[in-house]
């Protein structure tokens, strides 16, 4: 055996009998051969160099046709015309593993002629590229991009996820100005300060004042803008909302601090309007942080929809575009590919996997005249079947609509710190006039009450109270991260913090969803190589488990050809080894080949006989999580009723509810039953969480006010769930539970903080108590009380 | 002549650290931080070709802008 060789292309290492030499390459494959070739002589070649020993996909997979990309449809839909008049798309390229790649597609993209810009993200695999859409067509860029080994699909920037972008830069550029400006001001209100104590000459003083003046103003209403729009769309609605508050404090103490200056007496007060402008943007920035869009889930569904199907025309198997595809017309499904219609098969039998819809972990086998139904997959089936509905009508486009719908109104439970300001700011501002109106009215002079009226506001102005909810989730946030736990909204943590009914699924979220050895009885001594390789290349749940099984013990993969191999659908596999008749299957693929055997078990059976003997019968059951029942015994015991729903049949369902001790369970439930179930649990006023895994949950996943989805769960739950628990485990939806509870907790104890300190700070203020050195300290503490308590969340959690 | 001299010095300062905001507020606008890998390997690809490359791209814009008439 000779050494295993690196193709020039792509670096994965092979035996080089099998590679394409060529002088002094070898390559693994045509494709990298090929993508080799264009490199050098597009003058690419220093790719290598730059890629160094990053290894590549080969660029084998066959793609569809590219022209599609310059249907009319497509462009409308996709494609832009920018400032300067040139096409504009936003893609995402599949393929980029380092920045060699980022180089050699934007080089590639920029060698062809009309290809006025590409810009690729190295972070998201995202690229914008324009082009003079005379000279070349999208396609050809396509192509282009396919050629040198990636993939490309267009995704619409103007969702959300581009729009929240933006909005994040935007507060990018408000927060670096206000902050910038503060900190200044900052160091100038230190020399203020000191003067007040030790004596400051009025023209110093005013200096000050006037630089502060200054640096204020951009503060005010540049990054202060974001408050006048929010006050404004209040007022429109007939509401006060903290942006009111904020809006209406700093621009007074604004105003008046200018008067200050320019009458030359008094003290001005430019350090807090930039104070609290500052403050409670920096809190406004964290909740925009955190925000998932529906818009960009619906994409990604839709994304995993291939758009074309293969039908039978004049005898021929030609790709049809999914939507063009008539009742009538007759599709083929091959091994292992998706059914995307519904119909009725007219050739050919094998097995389906239909877990998709039904949540049924046992594949299901179908032949002649039995219905296919879109969305399931076939395991091991090839075969033909006539369409009964269009695309648009089919079931799996049906769930693809009810999603749409589900996500569009997917309850909000309005957030305690939002009610709470809408009180704290008309409550503020009424005392505040109040104040003013009290002193005017007792003989002051205007300026000394409009002045103690002022420092009513800034001494209430809330922000602590703007930092109290979002510095807690995020510390809550970092935290689940580190755990495994994603909460994609920080809001999130607020609602499942008041959640009373845990909805679980069966299959993948309760048990592990394959079927495991569970108990193995040999009869008599055999090569267990030879039964790995017969159950490897079957990917049929229950060859795959046994195979992991082997596998485990034995740590050893290599794989043995055999004579003949045949597998028999729904029965099992047939082969032949050294004149050696090998079967491993079910019952009735032993009892076809008259083989009977006694032998009892609630659990799945697999067995395996050489030469008409049965030698080993495997076990196979789903397995339960670790810790399963502890762990709903624990959130019950909390108050949280534990409902399970699953597609499996009564049996299944009752053994795996008994186990875990689970009273409510329902079973043979629909994806739309389940959605159904859920929104009855909103109709009587439960607080809904599901936690599932499967395509079958997604619309109850995004119908429940809190969606939970495991980490190795299907992309598309894990896309709609609100929630993703990366290690899969039960352990960590309680842990979700505990740090939503404790995070709930904390941002309770903030908010009772910063309404403790007005409490206390604001009768002074009314009664004309507070100096400006008081109001800039009690400030800055209650802020730093409401951080430094949130803080508490991890010390709580080590403790642990 | 005191009071000249702080305000002088309080103005001086904050222009330039007005200056540097200024610098850092475009670089933003730009989306020279959209992509934080990127901007760290760009120092790994800069060289005679990427300066060819990048004015090349741009005579490529001009022309087309010359000519390039959307409909």
Same mark, same amino acid.
């Given at each position: 055996?000779?050494?295993?060789?690196?193709?020039?292309?792509?670096?994965?290492?092979?035996?080089?009998?099998?590679?394409?030499?060529?002088?002094?390459?070898?390559?693994?494959?045509?494709?990298?051969?090929?993508?080799?070739?264009?490199?050098?002589?597009?003058?690419?070649?220093?790719?290598?160099?730059?890629?160094?020993?990053?290894?590549?996909?080969?660029?084998?997979?066959?793609?569809?046709?590219?022209?599609?990309?310059?249907?009319?449809?497509?462009?409308?839909?996709?494609?832009?015309?920018?400032?300067? $008049?040139?096409?504009?798309?936003?893609?995402?390229?599949?393929?980029?593993?380092?920045? &060699?790649?980022?180089?050699?597609?934007?080089?590639?993209?920029?060698?062809?002629? *009309?290809?006025?810009?590409?810009?690729?993200?190295?972070?998201?695999?995202?690229?914008?590229?324009?082009?003079?859409?005379?000279?070349?067509?999208?396609? =050809?860029?396509?192509?282009?991009?396919?050629?040198?080994?990636?993939?490309?699909?267009?995704?619409?920037?103007?969702?959300?996820?581009?729009?929240?972008?933006?909005?994040?830069?935007?507060?990018?550029?408000?927060?670096?100005?206000?902050?910038?400006?503060?900190?200044?001001?900052?160091?100038?209100?230190?020399?203020?300060? &000191?003067?007040?104590?030790?004596?400051?000459?009025?023209?110093?003083?005013?200096?000050?004042?006037?630089?502060?003046?200054?640096?204020?103003?951009?503060?005010?209403?540049?990054?202060?803008?974001?408050?006048?729009?929010? &006050?404004?769309?209040?007022?429109?609605?007939?509401?006060?909302?903290?942006?009111?508050?904020?809006?209406?404090?700093?621009?007074?103490?604004?105003?008046?601090?200018?008067?200050?200056?320019?009458?030359?007496?008094?003290?001005?007060?430019?350090?807090?309007?930039?104070?609290?402008?500052?403050?409670?943007?920096?809190? /406004?920035?964290?909740?925009?942080?955190?925000? /998932?869009?529906?818009?960009?889930?619906?994409?990604?569904?839709?994304?995993?929809?291939?758009?074309?199907?293969?039908?039978?025309?004049?005898?021929?198997?030609?790709?049809?575009?999914?939507?063009?595809?008539?009742? *009538?017309?007759?599709?083929?499904?091959?091994?292992?590919?998706?059914?995307?219609?519904?119909?009725?098969?007219?050739?050919?039998?094998?097995?389906?996997?239909?877990?998709?819809?039904?949540?049924?972990?046992?594949?299901?086998?179908?032949?002649?005249?039995?219905?296919?139904?879109?969305?399931?997959?076939?395991?091991?089936?090839?075969?033909?079947?006539?369409?009964?509905?269009?695309?648009?009508?089919?079931?799996?486009?049906?769930?693809?609509?009810?999603?749409?719908?589900?996500?569009?109104?997917?309850?909000?439970?309005?957030?305690?710190?939002?009610?709470?300001?809408?009180?704290?700011?008309?409550?503020?501002?009424?005392?505040?006039?109040?104040?003013?109106?009290?002193?005017?009215?007792? &003989?002051?002079?205007?300026?000394?009450?409009?002045?103690?009226?002022?420092?009513?506001?800034?001494?209430?102005?809330?922000?602590?109270?703007?930092?109290?909810?979002?510095?807690?989730?995020?510390?809550?946030?970092?935290?689940?991260?580190?755990?495994?736990?994603?909460?994609?909204?920080?809001?999130?943590?607020?609602?499942?913090?008041?959640?009373?009914? %845990?909805?679980?699924?069966?299959?993948?979220?309760?048990?592990? $969803? /394959?079927?495991?050895?569970?108990?193995?009885?040999?009869?008599?001594?055999?090569?267990?190589?030879?039964?790995?390789?017969?159950?490897?290349?079957?990917?049929?749940?229950?060859?795959?488990?046994?195979?992991?099984?082997?596998?485990?013990?034995?740590?050893?993969?290599?794989?043995?050809?055999?004579?003949?191999?045949?597998?028999?659908?729904?029965?099992?596999?047939?082969?032949?080894?050294?004149?050696?008749?090998?079967?491993?299957?079910? %019952?009735?693929?032993?009892?076809? !080949?008259?083989?009977?055997?006694?032998?009892?078990?609630?659990?799945?059976?697999?067995?395996?006989?050489?030469?008409?003997?049965?030698?080993?019968?495997?076990?196979?059951?789903?397995?339960?999580?670790?810790?399963?029942?502890?762990?709903?015994?624990?959130?019950?015991?909390?108050?949280?009723?534990?409902?399970?729903?699953?597609?499996?049949?009564?049996?299944?369902?009752?053994?795996?509810?008994?186990?875990?001790?689970?009273?409510?369970?329902?079973?043979?439930?629909?994806?739309?039953?389940?959605?159904?179930?859920?929104?009855?649990?909103?109709?009587?006023?439960?607080?809904?969480?599901?936690?599932?895994?499967?395509? =079958?949950?997604?619309?109850?996943?995004?119908?429940?006010?809190?969606?939970?989805?495991?980490? !190795?769960?299907?992309?598309?739950?894990?896309?709609?769930?609100?929630?993703?628990?990366? =290690?899969?485990?039960?352990?960590?939806?309680?842990?979700?539970?505990?740090?939503?509870?404790?995070?709930?907790?904390?941002?309770?104890?903030?908010?009772?903080?910063?309404?403790?300190?007005?409490?206390?700070?604001?009768?002074?203020?009314?009664?004309?108590?507070?100096?400006?050195?008081?109001?800039?300290?009690?400030?800055?503490?209650?802020?730093?009380?409401?951080?430094? =308590?949130?803080?508490?969340?991890?010390?709580?959690?080590?403790?642990? | 002549?005191?009071?000249?001299?702080?305000?002088?010095?309080?103005?001086?300062?904050?222009?330039?650290?007005?200056?540097?905001?200024?610098?850092? #507020?475009?670089?933003?606008?730009?989306?020279?931080?959209?992509?934080?890998?990127?901007? #760290?390997?760009?120092?790994?690809?800069?060289?005679?070709?990427?300066?060819?490359?990048?004015?090349?791209?741009?005579?490529?814009?001009?022309? #087309?802008?010359?000519?390039?008439?959307?409909?």
């Amino acid at each position: 055996m000779s050494e295993n060789i690196a193709c020039s292309h792509c670096h994965l290492e092979f035996n080089p009998s099998v590679m394409i030499h060529e002088g002094e390459h070898y390559f693994c494959c045509n494709g990298c051969q090929g993508v080799f070739h264009l490199l050098n002589e597009e003058g690419l070649n220093s790719f290598y160099e730059k890629a160094g020993n990053v290894t590549l996909n080969p660029p084998t997979q066959q793609y569809e046709d590219s022209s599609n990309f310059n249907s009319p449809a497509f462009y409308e839909r996709f494609v832009k015309i920018n400032k300067d $008049g040139f096409s504009e798309v936003a893609l995402i390229i599949e393929g980029i593993h380092c920045s &060699a790649c980022v180089w050699l597609n934007e080089k590639a993209l920029h060698k062809m002629d *009309g290809v006025i810009e590409a810009n690729i993200n190295f972070t998201n695999n995202k690229a914008v590229i324009a082009w003079a859409d005379d000279i070349v067509k999208l396609s =050809n860029i396509i192509d282009m991009i396919r050629a040198i080994g990636y993939n490309a699909y267009p995704y619409d920037a103007s969702l959300q996820e581009a729009h929240a972008n933006k909005e994040r830069k935007e507060y990018y550029l408000r927060m670096a100005v206000a902050i910038f400006a503060s900190m200044n001001i900052m160091w100038i209100a230190v020399a203020q300060y &000191a003067g007040y104590f030790s004596g400051i000459t009025q023209d110093i003083k005013t200096i000050l004042n006037i630089a502060e003046g200054i640096l204020a103003t951009p503060v005010l209403f540049y990054s202060g803008w974001i408050f006048y729009r929010g &006050a404004y769309y209040g007022i429109r609605n007939r509401t006060i909302n903290m942006d009111t508050l904020v809006a209406t404090g700093s621009s007074l103490t604004y105003l008046y601090s200018i008067y200050i200056t320019l009458a030359q007496r008094g003290e001005a007060y430019f350090d807090s309007v930039s104070m609290i402008i500052t403050f409670v943007l920096v809190g /406004k920035f964290l909740e925009v942080l955190s925000k /998932k869009s529906a818009a960009d889930t619906l994409d990604v569904i839709t994304k995993h929809i291939p758009s074309e199907v293969n039908i039978v025309k004049d005898s021929r198997i030609v790709a049809c575009k999914l939507n063009d595809v008539c009742v *009538g017309d007759i599709v083929v499904v091959a091994t292992g590919e998706r059914v995307l219609l519904d119909g009725e098969i007219i050739k050919g039998s094998g097995s389906f996997d239909e877990s998709n819809l039904t949540g049924e972990s046992d594949p299901i086998y179908k032949q002649l005249g039995d219905s296919v139904i879109s969305g399931t997959t076939s395991i091991d089936a090839d075969v033909h079947f006539r369409a009964t509905k269009d695309f648009q009508h089919s079931t799996l486009s049906n769930l693809v609509a009810l999603l749409e719908s589900a996500i569009n109104k997917k309850p909000k439970i309005q957030l305690m710190a939002n009610k709470l300001s809408e009180y704290f700011s008309s409550v503020i501002l009424s005392f505040a006039f109040l104040t003013f109106l009290f002193w005017y009215l007792s &003989a002051h002079d205007f300026e000394t009450s409009f002045m103690v009226a002022i420092s009513v506001i800034i001494i209430a102005c809330p922000c602590a109270l703007a930092l109290a909810t979002p510095v807690a989730t995020l510390v809550g946030l970092s935290l689940g991260a580190s755990r495994g736990i994603l909460f994609k909204e920080a809001a999130h943590l607020e609602t499942m913090a008041k959640i009373d009914t %845990l909805v679980l699924d069966k299959t993948g979220t309760i048990t592990i $969803g /394959k079927p495991k050895v569970y108990q193995e009885h040999i009869y008599s001594e055999f090569d267990k190589r030879i039964l790995y390789s017969l159950v490897k290349s079957s990917n049929h749940p229950v060859a795959c488990g046994i195979a992991e099984y082997i596998l485990q013990e034995s740590k050893d993969d290599d794989s043995i050809l055999f004579d003949t191999f045949k597998q028999i659908p729904a029965c099992g596999i047939e082969a032949t080894l050294k004149e050696k008749k090998i079967l491993g299957g079910n %019952l009735k693929l032993m009892k076809q !080949n008259s083989i009977y055997i006694d032998f009892v078990s609630d659990n799945t059976l697999f067995y395996y006989a050489i030469d008409e003997k049965v030698v080993a019968i495997y076990e196979l059951s789903d397995k339960m999580k670790e810790g399963a029942k502890e762990i709903v015994a624990r959130l019950s015991s909390k108050g949280i009723t534990t409902i399970m729903l699953t597609g499996d049949n009564e049996h299944t369902a009752k053994k795996v509810a008994l186990a875990v001790g689970i009273e409510n369970f329902l079973y043979e439930q629909t994806p739309q039953e389940k959605s159904d179930f859920i929104t009855k649990l909103h109709e009587e006023g439960k607080r809904v969480v599901m936690v599932g895994d499967g395509v =079958n949950d997604i619309l109850a996943l995004s119908c429940a006010d809190i969606g939970i989805a495991m980490g !190795n769960g299907s992309d598309v739950a894990v896309e709609v769930g609100d929630v993703v628990l990366l =290690n899969d485990s039960l352990k960590s939806l309680e842990d979700a539970f505990k740090i939503s509870q404790t995070t709930y907790t904390l941002i309770k104890q903030n908010i009772y903080i910063s309404l403790f300190y007005n409490a206390l700070t604001i009768p002074l203020a009314m009664s004309g108590f507070v100096i400006p050195l008081v109001a800039a300290i009690s400030m800055s503490v209650s802020s730093l009380l409401v951080v430094g =308590n949130s803080m508490r969340i991890r010390l709580q959690w080590n403790k642990k | 002549m005191d009071n000249w001299v702080i305000a002088m010095m309080l103005g001086a300062s904050i222009f330039l650290g007005a200056v540097a905001l200024f610098a850092f #507020l475009w670089a933003i606008k730009n989306g020279q931080f959209d992509d934080e890998e990127k901007f #760290l390997n760009a120092a790994k690809f800069d060289g005679q070709d990427e300066l060819n490359d990048a004015i090349n791209q741009e005579r490529k814009k001009k022309e #087309l802008k010359r000519n390039y008439k959307p409909e």
